[in-house]
């Protein structure tokens, strides 16, 4: 069977595609301002133990310090999972109150 090239072109990338919107979604909605700060903190959170690991798994060749042990990066690593699934359902969240914001109030 013959595949049409186009139709391949035409398909966003799996990792560019936005699974939370549907066709009948609003683009703009309301959440709650503390729900934001929360991920906004979770998230730099989850830079800044990123960064560490990377830090440690370049050492000792990039300033001869002593990196950590395995211990203290499977903590940090098991930490980052963690505050990844706490953004998860918080955005979850989010979506469910602009959901029933939109029910009550109508579209922004």
């Known amino acids: 069977m013959h595949k049409d090239p186009t139709l391949e072109a035409t398909k966003p990338h799996p990792l560019v595609t936005d699974y939370w919107l549907s066709d009948d979604d609003q683009p703009h909605s309301v959440v709650n301002s503390e729900d934001v700060a929360d991920v906004s903190r979770a998230t730099d959170a989850i830079r800044t133990m990123v960064r560490i690991v990377h830090n440690s798994l370049s050492e000792p060749d990039m300033s001869g310090a002593q990196p ?34 939109e029910k009550f109030v109508g579209p922004i």
């Open 68 to 101: 950590l042990d395995r211990g203290s990066m499977l903590a940090l690593l098991s930490g980052v999972e963690i505050l990844s699934k706490f953004v998860f359902q918080t955005a979850d969240e989010m979506r469910s109150t602009a959901a029933q914001y």
